[in-house]
């Protein structure tokens, strides 16, 4: 089926292409066998369009949205790209995660018409009408695009709206004025439901078994029970996991099986999203970043850093600027909070190295050890470090600055201040025995999902208690204010630690940024700190 005109859908099509990207995103998500697209979609599988974006909102915010777009393009082909991409490859957020489902609310786009607007100057405000047509603007080095519903989201007009597909491109704002910009519109199809409506008729089993299991009654407008959402917020309390954390059956499965996972490599998971894949384009990237940072000679004693761990465009520039201006010695054990919900609660990363597509860094196996028998709570779990990003992206950064560096990697999912101090102790007993004092690395982005002036506020805010040097303020001021500030449990034990090793005594702010500044989203906002502790 081919476009000849703008198509028109049934209510029966929407349904079949909602549920299908729906599939093919848990599949995703669950690591299960993927749905067959091209029967799920029928006819509508073949159909010619521009292409198709999947997002995410979560409490109303946005949580990931991806696209693919190739005119012209079989609809099946598009749906699957777009889907796959918005699970697990939007370099502003963590990949989505099973327990989130019940939260999620899923928006579809399929779009088609992508047109050249002959207008120039003023007349193209005339040609774009709000609520009809997405935009994209591109010159030689430059392109965004934005789709229909961003300006009827945000109450723009015409205008506005052409200067906030400027700012995504990452050009001045009166840019689509200019001839040297093309200007493009095109039409689109909104799909919008709760991520797990009409869950009973999904084509991945393991959804509606997962769901089933804690009889979930599948109404058509997925009201979940209140005894399903107190299970999925505690944990089936008939099934707790070994660390006691309360994760549901399939996580228990899966932790009980960790030990008998052989390998001796913590694989790349998040290569060619959060950052290129290859080492050339590592290597790229990375002399860029040095070459924009700060006079690293001689570099200082540091007891620990607190650097970003988004996507390199958002935040890579940041955390080099960090590691350059510190002595990295053979050791460093990175702190990271836990953004998956599966596998220990605390856990250090097993493996013999750490592998991010351009090379690998040997673990230091012995302290692994020293930490796995010595401090109550902590795991040798693969499981929990599988597909976290916190670690990963900051391992190409660490092997430029130091390659025979060997690295410890930590996870920790929250946890009381009383068991966190404790933690700290055993900790400082650990590392006084060591050689040499290891770097300890608080891997954290600061304040999530808010506008930028908000972001700026509570950032702020966090970061002059951080610079009181207490860790029992940073963590009221974060909880008080509710800054969703991810590390605030790896830098409260990591400040504890440092505090009972003599080695908490001063901080240097090394800078202060936010997502905006890459992206131009000035709504959904992403903070990021680097600090020097010595």
């Not at 650990?430 to 954290?444: A, E, G, V």
Request: hydrophobic share 40%; glycine share 8%; net charge neutral.
């Amino acid at each position: 089926m081919n476009l000849s005109k703008p198509p028109v859908f049934s209510s029966e099509s929407k349904d079949r292409i909602f549920k299908a990207a729906r599939d093919q995103v848990a599949a995703t998500v669950l690591r299960v066998a993927e749905p067959d697209m091209a029967r799920s979609l029928g006819e509508l599988a073949s159909l010619s369009v521009l292409g198709a974006f999947v997002s995410f909102k979560k409490k109303k915010k946005l949580r990931s949205c991806m696209g693919y777009l190739h005119e012209p393009i079989p609809l099946a082909v598009a749906l699957k790209e777009a889907a796959v991409s918005a699970a697990k490859e939007d370099p502003r957020f963590y990949p989505i995660w099973k327990e989130e489902f019940v939260e999620l609310d899923m928006e579809v786009w399929v779009l088609w018409g992508m047109e050249t607007v002959a207008e120039q100057g003023e007349a193209r405000i005339g040609a774009i009408e709000i609520g009809k047509h997405g935009i994209q603007i591109q010159d030689q080095n430059h392109r965004g695009l934005l789709l229909p519903g961003v300006a009827t989201d945000y109450n723009m007009d015409q205008r506005t709206f052409l200067e906030a597909v400027c700012q995504k491109a990452g050009l001045p704002n009166d840019a689509w004025k200019t001839n040297k910009t093309r200007l493009s519109r095109f039409e689109g199809l909104p799909i919008l439901h709760h991520f797990l409506w009409h869950v009973s008729e999904s084509s991945v089993p393991a959804l509606v078994s997962e769901f089933n299991d804690f009889g979930m009654e599948n109404k058509p407008d997925c009201q979940l029970s209140e005894k399903y959402f107190q299970l999925k917020k505690s944990g089936n309390p008939d099934q707790k996991s070994q660390s006691g954390s309360g994760f549901d059956k399939t996580t228990v499965s899966e932790l009980n099986n960790t030990d008998k996972i052989p390998g001796t490599v913590r694989q790349a998971a998040v290569a060619g999203m959060f950052y290129p894949a290859s080492a050339q384009e590592q290597k790229k990237m990375l002399d860029a970043m040095l070459e924009k940072s700060p006079n690293c000679q001689p570099p200082v004693e540091a007891s620990a850093v607190l650097v970003p761990h988004a996507g390199w465009i958002y935040s890579g520039q940041l955390a080099m600027d960090v590691l350059c201006q510190v002595r990295i010695p053979e050791t460093v054990v990175i702190f990271c909070p836990k953004h998956r919900g599966v596998g220990s609660r605390w856990a250090v990363a097993p493996q013999q190295y750490w592998d991010f597509g351009g090379g690998q860094l040997e673990n230091n196996t012995e302290l692994v050890e020293e930490v796995i028998h010595g401090i109550p709570g902590f795991r040798g779990d693969e499981v929990s470090h599988r597909q976290e990003h916190a670690i990963e992206v900051l391992l190409p950064l660490i092997a430029r600055l130091a390659p025979q560096t060997r690295v410890v990697g930590v996870v920790l999912g929250g946890g009381t201040l009383e068991d966190l101090r404790e933690a700290a102790d055993s900790w400082a007993k650990i590392l006084r025995r060591q050689k040499s004092q290891p770097l300890l690395i608080i891997s954290s982005d600061m304040n999530h999902f808010e506008s930028e002036k908000r972001t700026q506020e509570l950032d702020s805010l966090a970061m002059e208690a951080l610079e009181t040097l207490d860790p029992d303020r940073l963590y009221k001021t974060v909880m008080e204010n509710k800054i969703s500030m991810c590390g605030i449990h790896p830098a409260f034990l990591v400040m504890n630690i440092l505090k009972k090793l003599g080695r908490l005594n001063s901080v240097k702010r090394v800078g202060h940024t936010t997502s905006a500044v890459s992206s131009g989203d000035l709504n959904h906002v992403v903070g990021y700190a680097g600090y020097i502790f010595q």
